[in-house]
């Protein structure tokens, strides 16, 4: 007898999205970005559009990707008659982002992604001026560095300043999440802390710390030496040392290992 397979279908994106319904809400946290209507901003996942309907109020042009086509066509309907919003029916991940001009990102984005949605904002050549995204407080945290430093947060903070600056009630959204959700805020800075032409080498460093530890990088003698001109114990891990002492440390790394090969 042959084996009857439950093909089970892949659920949609949106359904692990909590859509943000509070129109009280949505004005009050767009009241505490930097949006004007000299803007071209970029939002992910519209979904029903609640967000989308005061982005298009406030800014001069909003590019909406929606990656569900029965969420897709009721936008189109929604904003047919709306000259400044173009609607994208595309896997935002797979979107081209502009190569250039000044742009800034908005969304309620769908948590099982935050991770890739942040990588492939903070990555690419051309990334936001600004970037506001509603996320769970425990990702935004992890971001932050918070309570201690981490791979990622060490990757983004010489590019990027990085802070919540609006925590949900979680009665805001539908359906109602399980988690703490928060507004984060990714701001590009004017100068990066680290030189365009050092990035490769502080992106090995700090992988290969987290990865296989300092001792991995310097001999004895020089991470004792690094350490002292950090401030910091010789006996401390990679996740309590602290982001301006990353940057001590790379320096010395420059100095004690790359100068001298």
Known sequence: MPKIRNKRKKAPVWVSQNFLTSYKTINRIIRKTTLSNYD?????????????????????????????????????????????VKLYRYDFLKWKLPKSGDYKVFSNIPFCITTSIVKKLTECKNAPVETWLIMEKGAAKRFMG????????????PKFDVNIIYYFNQH???????????????????????????????????????????RSLFTQNQLIRAFHIAGIENDATPSEILYIQWLCLFRCYRIYVLNRK
């Open 40 to 84: 071209h901003v970029i939002e992910i996942g519209p979904g029903k559009g609640h967000i989308t309907r005061n982005l298009v109020k406030c800014c001069k042009y909003v590019s909406a990707i929606e990656i569900d086509g029965r969420l897709y066509n009721k936008l189109k309907d929604k904003f047919k008659h709306t000259d400044n």
């Open 146 to 157: 918070k309570p201690s430093e981490s791979l990622r947060s060490l990757l983004l903070k």
């Open 172 to 214: 805001d959204f539908h359906p109602k999440p399980g988690v703490d959700v928060v507004l984060f805020h990714i701001k590009k800075k004017p100068q990066p802390d680290i030189p365009f032409n050092q990035w490769k080498a502080y992106e090995h460093f700090i992988t290969a710390a987290f990865k296989h530890g300092l």
